[in-house]
């Protein structure tokens, strides 16, 4: 179940659910918190619950692997999420900045525009009978280039920088063999690289981190660290909850109509979905001693996984229903909380409301040809596609 939870059946309520189990993972014990009081008490209180363990791979890498990553220099200090220790603060505020809300909101009639072309092109090739995939025509890349124009980012292919992340989330996070792991470790140390040559001179957000890492004397690689993060968690989980949420409404006619009509509010719908379908189903943090959750003994260096996915469910008034504004729909946990709590939480918000409403229309008269399937994975869907097409009696 740890690699399928948005698979897991959850009778209608949650109550007669346990609210925190034990599971296993090649010799690992997790413990799973699902309930939503439990995972705040856990993400509320860092010094019994340290991030610290939010980086590491999952299923441990072979001596092979770790060896091609050590050949590239491949170094992940605490900077953000997996940072317990008292550089998290002023390395998180850098971040904050670049992220500032004032700055996200600059960027909204600019992404409007990019969306609205884009949406153009689609409804004219549904129009000619073609199918589209809203994954890799609509929002694939769209976090990406949102992110450049907030950070200063390395000179690369989007497609690269899609191949690198997608490989760093499948190498730390889903269950793996050996050949894929090496295969992968290949992809994630020939990318840093990249970054570590461009973290060295970069300005902006990298430049300050930089200048912050010297002055504080933190370990070299830490502005790496943190454009690594960006990188993985910041593009990638948006284009992510694009395609999830988009997937989710092509099945809610009644949603669609209300937005048409504008009797339903588009912030209202992307808190559902971020409810419903968050990209990032659940987060890791390490007991620093000994102590319990609801009665369970949980040792010192125990793994606990926070099932936000499921967090969020019971909290609303209709736990499966995709109903904007209902009672409970804004309690999910889908960024987290407390100290780690996401940066990057307004402009996905953002982001996610512009492309619902330029994109809104286009699913109301839409057939699903293919719907979005996931990889196994802990903490990321990595959805791989979502295909589309019109039918020809709407096109006459
Ligand atoms: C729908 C999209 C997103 C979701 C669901 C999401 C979710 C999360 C979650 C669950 C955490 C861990 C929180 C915790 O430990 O309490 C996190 C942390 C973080 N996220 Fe996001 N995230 C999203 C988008 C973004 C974006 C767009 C950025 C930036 C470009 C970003 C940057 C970060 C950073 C830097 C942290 C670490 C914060 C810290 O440790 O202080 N995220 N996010």
């Known amino acids: 179940m740890l690699f399928r939870t948005w698979d897991q059946p959850f009778d209608n309520d949650g109550r007669a659910e346990a609210t925190v189990a034990v599971t296993d993972h090649v010799g690992v014990t997790h413990v799973v918190v699902s309930d939503h009081r439990l995972v705040r008490q856990v993400l509320a209180d860092p010094d019994t619950f ?20 050590t050949s590239y ?11 317990g220790g008292v550089s998290h603060p002023a390395i998180r505020e850098i ?17 409007t525009g990019v969306v609205r072309r884009r949406v153009a092109t689609l409804a004219a090739r549904l129009r000619a009978g073609e199918s589209v995939d809203l994954y890799a025509d609509l929002a694939a ?16 292919d989007a497609a690269v920088v899609k191949e690198f992340s997608r490989a760093a989330l499948e190498l730390f996070w889903a269950p793996l063999d050996a050949p894929r792991q090496l295969a992968l470790a290949e992809t994630v140390g020939r990318f840093h690289t990249v970054l570590r040559d461009f973290a060295a001179t970069a ?33 990638e989980t948006t284009s992510q909850f694009l395609t999830l949420l988009l997937h989710r409404l092509s099945g809610e006619p009644a949603v ?27 987060w890791r943090r390490v007991a620093a001693r000994d102590t319990e959750l609801d009665g369970l003994p949980v040792r010192r260096g125990a793994s606990i996984v926070l099932w936000l996915a ?10 499966h229903d995709f109903v904007p504004g209902q009672r409970g729909s804004r309690r999910h ?40 399937w996931c990889p196994d994975n802990l903490s990321f869907r990595m959805p791989d596609t979502f295909t589309i097409h019109r039918p020809t009696w709407r096109n006459s």
């Open 50 to 69: 340290r991030p610290d363990n939010a980086l590491d791979a999952i299923s441990p890498m072979p001596v092979s692997a770790l060896r091609v990553l």
């Open 73 to 83: 220099g491949f170094k992940l200090p605490a900077t953000l999420a997996n940072n």
């Open 95 to 111: 971040t904050a900045q670049a992220l500032h809300p004032a700055r996200v909101e600059a960027l909204r009639p600019w992404l």
């Open 141 to 156: 890349d769209l976090p990406l280039l949102v992110l450049a124009k907030l950070v200063e980012l390395p000179d690369a």
């Open 203 to 235: 300005g902006g957000m990298v430049g300050e981190l930089r200048a912050h890492t010297a002055a504080a004397g933190l370990p070299r690689d830490t502005p790496v660290g943190a454009l690594f993060f960006l990188l993985v968690a910041g593009q």
């Open 256 to 282: 669609l109509d209300g937005l048409a009509r504008g009797t339903v509010g588009v912030d209202d719908v992307v808190e559902e979905g971020l409810r419903l379908v968050p990209p990032i189903p659940t």
């Open 310 to 319: 499921r967090a969020g469910l019971a909290v609303a008034e209709h736990p």
């Open 333 to 372: 946990l889908a960024f987290g909380a407390g100290a780690h709590r996401c940066v990057g939480a307004q402009l996905s918000r953002m982001e996610a409301a512009v492309v619902v409403t330029e994109t809104a229309p286009l699913l109301r008269d839409i057939k699903v040809l293919r719907a979005p």
